[in-house]
């Protein structure tokens, strides 16, 4: 079965760093590009940031650009989000994502976690 | 970079069609044939129903649909469901350094 299962949420002050990681199965993970995308309380989706399959190229949100930090391990079939400077704003589900196959631009995704819920606040 | 601009909600009669818009600029929405949409039942993750504008992933049901002009693409789901009140966003490739830009969510009630 394919899956993706997030982990590493939990709560935070403003200011403080949390790492969340992706951990997938029932697929080839470093054939695939990946995404991070959240939904913050009774809002909408917010995409984040994405990787492709190799890790050379990393897109940002303008919102988290200079504080979050994309990365993953093949070997270990995971996708990781550093995130530092963490403020009130990024209280949300943050969901890792697969972009599918052979796709010209890497825009949609087909399979999604069940996300991990990070909480910012004092 | 803003949201795609969704209504807030729509509704329909179980048996009916209902459309969904989503309207961008020529940036993202109209500039490029890279339109996709996902369900969302409250609680759970989304779930891919279109991609490329009007394309169904295997094992969505035909009663979805796709389509675009100019800036603004619409999702068609026809014979509604019970089961398909939920949200549903659309999302876009936008040509700038961001990548991907959702819309805002439309709720679906089914009366």
């Known amino acids: 079965e394919v899956q993706l299962v997030e982990s590493g949420g939990g709560f935070v002050q403003p200011g403080g760093s949390l790492r969340l990681s992706c951990e997938a199965s029932?697929?080839?993970?470093?054939?695939?590009?990946m995404n991070w995308v959240r939904q913050a309380p009774g809002k909408g989706l917010e995409w984040v940031s994405y990787m492709s399959s190799r890790g050379d190229t990393i897109y940002y949100a303008d919102s988290v650009k200079g504080r979050f930090a994309i990365s993953r391990n093949n070997a270990k079939n995971s996708l990781y989000l550093q995130m530092n400077s963490l403020r009130a704003e990024d209280t949300a589900v943050y969901y890792c994502?697969?972009?599918?196959?052979?796709?010209?631009?890497?825009?949609?995704?087909?399979?999604w976690g069940k996300g991990t819920t990070v909480t910012v606040s004092s | 970079q803003s949201a795609l601009t969704q209504p807030a909600s729509v509704s329909g009669s179980p048996g009916q069609s209902i459309t969904i818009s989503c309207t961008g600029t020529?940036?993202?929405?109209?500039?490029?044939?890279?339109v996709s949409w996902y369900q969302q039942h409250p609680g759970k993750a989304p779930k891919l129903i279109i991609y490329?504008?009007?394309n169904r992933p295997s094992g969505v049901s035909n009663r979805f649909s796709g389509s675009k002009s100019g800036n603004t693409a619409t999702l068609t789901l026809s014979g509604l469901q019970a089961d398909d009140e939920a949200d549903y966003y659309c999302?876009?490739?936008?040509?700038?350094?961001?990548?991907?830009?959702f819309g805002g969510g439309t709720r679906l009630t089914v009366l």
């Open positions: 994502a697969r972009v599918p196959p052979v796709t010209i631009v890497p825009y949609y995704m087909d399979v």
């Open positions: 020529s940036d993202d929405v109209g500039g490029y044939d890279y």
């Open positions: 490329d504008v009007s």
């Open positions: 999302n876009s490739y936008i040509s700038s350094s961001a990548l991907v830009l």
């Open positions: 029932g697929f080839t993970f470093s054939d695939y590009e």
